[in-house]
């Protein structure tokens, strides 16, 4: 069972900066994969970001060069430090968790694939508001 538990967005105006952070529950962190998804008002959930075990990282082209991910394994922290916010980036944002073995690569973000339905665990998402 893993836990994971946003802390940080808010509101900001465009062009700003914001950093979610997500505390995860377990020491595996070698067997996970962890990722940042967003769900904007009447649209789809879809990923932002993602760090895989060995450390990699793929971003979707909606935030490259914009947004950074980040993964502090002793203190068991996700980090996403968001720059040059824009208002399309309103959303809620959620941390997840992907298991991931020898035989089964991460598949966030491969080939385009930021729909989530290979996420295992999902936190409880946290609000970001970007006014214009």
């Known amino acids: 069972q893993v836990q994971l538990v946003e802390s940080g967005g808010g509101s900001v105006e465009a062009g700003g900066s914001l950093k979610l952070s997500c505390a995860f529950s377990?020491?595996?962190?070698?067997?996970?994969?962890l990722a940042w998804f967003r769900q904007g008002p009447g649209k789809q959930r879809e990923g932002v970001a993602v760090?895989?075990?060995?450390?990699?990282?793929r971003y979707a082209d909606s935030v490259k060069g914009r947004f950074t991910i980040s993964r502090d394994k002793a203190r068991n922290i996700l980090d996403l430090q968001m720059n040059s916010l824009e208002p399309e980036d309103t959303a809620m944002y959620y941390c997840?968790?992907?298991?991931?073995?020898?035989?089964?690569?991460?598949?966030?973000?491969?080939?385009?694939?930021?729909?989530?339905?290979?996420?295992?665990?999902w936190g409880q998402g946290s609000q970001v508001t970007v006014s214009s």
């Open positions: 997840a968790a992907e298991l991931v073995g020898s035989d089964y690569p991460c598949l966030i973000g491969r080939n385009g694939r930021w729909s989530g339905e290979t996420v295992m665990y």
């Open positions: 760090i895989d075990s060995d450390g990699s990282t």
């Open positions: 377990t020491s595996t962190v070698n067997t996970y994969c």
